[in-house]
């Protein structure tokens, strides 16, 4: 690894003012990513429908909803090892085959347990996908303005909770729950945008040695971001100023100086996954539960997914302005607050504009945590 081609590449990226560029890396991921929150919503209300066409048994409605997730889990933690050897690009275009492919079999499903393993091959790809999106803007968009770019791709999020939303809501109640697995599998078109218009990630390329693509491919992002903004100069303290260590291995992240924040992290995600998707996922069946119609229910998780977009926006924008560390303990705070009488609320069956104003609460301060937990 040339150190100083490394410090050169990244002083370059850091340099540039923010521009219609990294809008549009950040809108062809955001849709990536919007395409990801699809398939994990709609077969959260797939299995409403399924418990009575099935006669589905709660514990089979869990493992449906659970599966995808122990996919994604196998699919996470392969990826990114292969993103470091392959290429993030290359991993960013066979993730999202694999769950397109998958998902159009889970429409041919005949049975409990062959949607069960076709669950779990979507989770692969999905799984996969997910780390390869995020990472793969970050390395695209300067340090300063990363927390507003990073934050507003998980608006991207709501975008396609919304979509599987308002599918289910006319595609399942008239011509069945297959055809939604079957929307879910349009992804696979959108790899020829990634192909034609997403290059690959400089950083990487000239961490593996490509120094001469790695060139090629900023010169192309100046040339482009010179058009509408100004360039400052590239000076010798830009480049001096970058800190290129050693090739660092996943056993950095448990030594002394690491260590509590990886724990930190850790506890994080897994209590933030815990509450989004043991409370999302269930939404539909819940609603259903507690007597309201499978299409009504629908309705009500799309006006709820609608308040997952300002905290969204709101939060990317304050990021960068006042730190993610007290924005987060307060979208955390607030989250967990409205977590608890939204639950309340459902159980006591108080009237449905109460439980959908606390579901409303509940998916404001939600989104703000995961805004800033993927910065």
Known sequence: MDSLAVARITARLDRLPLSPFHYRMLTINGFAWAFDAFDVGLVTFVVAALTKSW??????????????????????????????????????????????????????????????????????????????????????????????????????????????????????????????????????????????????????????????????IVDAIENEVSRTRTIPPLTEQDVSSVYVGPKASIGVLFSSQYLRRTIMLWFLWFLGMFGYYGLFSWMPSLLVKAGHTMVKSFLYVLIMQLAYVPNQVLCAYLMDKYGRKWLLTANLFFAGIATVIFGWALGQGLQTSQVILWGIITSFFVSGVWGITYT
């Open 55 to 216: 006669n589905l048994s709660p514990s089979q409605v869990g493992i449906i909803l659970s599966v995808g997730l122990a996919g994604m889990l196998v699919g996470a933690f392969l990826s990114g090892p292969i993103a470091d050897r392959v290429g993030r690009k290359a991993v960013f275009q066979w993730t999202m085959l694999i769950f397109s492919i998958c998902s159009l079999l889970c429409a041919l499903s005949w049975n409990f347990y062959s949607l069960v393993v076709f669950r779990f091959l979507v989770g692969i790809g999905l799984g996969g996908e997910t780390p390869v999106v995020t990472s793969l803007l970050g390395e695209f968009v300067p340090a300063r303005d990363r927390g507003k770019v990073q934050g507003l791709i998980n608006s991207f999020w709501a975008i396609g909770w919304l979509a599987a939303a308002a599918i289910s809501y006319f595609i399942i109640p008239t011509v069945g729950w297959r055809w939604a697995f079957v929307a879910g599998a349009l992804p696979a078109f959108y790899i020829w945008v990634v192909r034609r218009h997403l290059p690959e990630s400089p950083r990487w390329l000239v961490l593996q040695g490509r120094t001469k693509e790695a060139e090629q």
